[in-house]
């Protein structure tokens, strides 16, 4: 096979992965309950096909089989998450012996593999007792978070020395606060605006534990959906909704994780609508002096936007689509399944944005995939035929490497997910795997997909 695209020595092939995505055994080791335990209980309805967190893909179990597997494709690292009730099932005080157990096996058999952890310390999961605290609206919670952080690093560190603060830390605030998809269910702009900002301040003060704990080679990051936002057209009120969609969803949390400050433009719009945070004397200082050393970039599909059609309801929630609409594009690839568009360039828009306006700091591809319903019609002889994920791979890997050939520093290249996991309201709805499970034996089964990366691991390229 000869290489077209040969990516730099050490990248880091890998797949990533979240806590109560894969692990199951939800009330079993020691656990607390976290807000998707406790939702699904409340509301199982909302989930599709009714499926909780209870069991998912039963990596608690099946740690080391999986383990195995990704060895068999290739990968060289692991991104995944520790579960914070698990860990500490109260979020705070004592420490679960059972959850230390657990994740100092699951490291150790990385390693044993030659598969570099990377651990992310919060992904969506709030310890239960901590949400009803308030969640990140209450300040108690955001330094229980430091402590928990604190304690990951002491029990850990010797071996960990990739760290990521937040996955996703935007989601929540959408999901949880504005849209109604995670619970807590709230729909409040201003509770939103708090909940980002705390979310801010907890991920300084992990940095800061970060730096005190002083692992030796080891580097903090952040993981970001960085969606960029597309205006519809020149016009200058498509291209200002387009730079308004950014500072929500992109800059609010890239600017202060990265260069250690808030967009002033943010600052603007917020106080103009009186819907500046609260914040505390030293929060600015904290945030500045705490930036990251890596960041993780998921990317699914792009943002495209245009000026508003309408005035909004200023009776209603404040939202940021006061400032812009959706916008479909005629003519787009599309993953039908998903409902999302497929494009490719915006992999690369991301990386020369950061490589031209954050420093050029170090980075990677944290997350990207794609996920299609009732994956068993393309089986043929057992196994998977996703050759329409392999396209997709390609395709963003082809930018990702024309990104590295233009100086960006792009150190690898992790693919949602190693196996299909539960997704949170859409439970197994959209496959993502390299490797499909069968929900009722749990037995695993490369896909076609994790077959080709085998060989591109192998080549380290295509």
């Not at 969606?227 to 909704?241: E, F, I, N, V």
Request: proline content about 5%; hydrophobic content about 35%.
């Amino acid at each position: 096979m000869s290489i077209h695209y040969a990516f730099p020595e050490g990248f880091w092939w890998g797949s990533a992965v979240s806590a109560t995505q894969i692990e199951g055994a939800a009330s079993e080791g020691g656990k607390g309950k976290n807000i998707w335990d406790y939702w699904y209980e409340q509301e199982p309805y909302r989930f599709f096909e009714n499926i909780g967190p209870e069991v998912t893909s039963d990596f608690y179990h099946r740690y080391k089989e999986d383990i195995q597997l990704m060895k068999e494709i290739g990968l060289n690292s692991f991104r995944f998450s520790i579960s914070w009730s698990r860990l500490i099932p109260e979020g705070r005080g004592d420490v679960n012996p059972e959850g230390v157990r657990f994740y100092d096996a699951v490291i150790d058999e990385l390693l044993k593999n030659d598969i570099e952890p990377f651990v992310t310390l919060f992904h969506f999961d709030m310890p239960l007792v901590k949400q009803n605290e308030g969640g990140w609206e209450n300040r108690a919670v955001v330094e229980a978070f430091a402590d928990y952080a604190k304690t990951c690093f002491q029990l850990f560190g010797d071996r960990v020395k990739k760290w990521f603060t937040f996955n996703e830390p935007i989601v929540p605030v959408e999901g949880g606060y504005l849209y109604d998809f995670h619970y807590p269910n709230v729909v409040d702009g201003r509770r939103a605006i708090q909940v980002a900002y705390h979310t801010m301040v907890a991920h300084a003060k992990a940095v800061e534990a970060f730096r005190k704990a002083e692992i030796k080679d080891g580097k903090i990051g952040i993981v970001l959906n960085l969606t960029p936002s597309y205006p519809r057209s020149g016009h200058p009120a498509d291209q200002k909704a387009a730079k308004i969609a950014d500072l929500f969803f992109n800059r609010s949390f890239l600017d202060p994780a990265v260069l250690g400050e808030y967009p002033a433009e943010l600052i603007e719009i917020l106080k103009a609508y009186d819907h500046l945070p609260q914040t505390e004397e030293g929060d600015a200082e904290l945030i500045r002096n705490h930036t990251v050393d890596l960041l993780g970039v998921n990317y699914y599909q792009p943002r495209r936007v245009k000026a508003k059609d309408h005035l909004p309801n200023t009776e209603g929630p404040f939202m940021p689509e006061w400032f812009f609409d959706a916008y479909e594009m005629p003519g787009r690839k599309m993953n039908p399944y998903r409902g999302w568009e497929i494009y490719e360039k915006g992999l690369y828009d991301i990386m020369i944005n950061l490589r031209d306006h954050y420093g050029n700091i170090e980075s990677f591809v944290s997350e990207n995939g794609m996920g299609v319903q009732n994956e068993e019609r393309f089986m043929q002889n057992g196994i998977i035929q996703d050759d329409y994920r392999i396209e997709f791979f390609k395709g963003h890997l082809k930018w990702l490497h024309q990104a590295i050939q233009e100086g960006c520093r792009v150190k690898g290249y992790h693919v949602w997910t190693f196996m299909d996991n539960w997704s949170w309201m859409n439970a197994y709805k959209n496959r993502y795997g390299l490797v499909s499970v069968d929900l009722k034996t749990q037995k695993r089964t490369i896909k076609k997909s994790g077959e080709w990366m085998k060989l591109v691991t192998r080549n380290n390229g295509f």
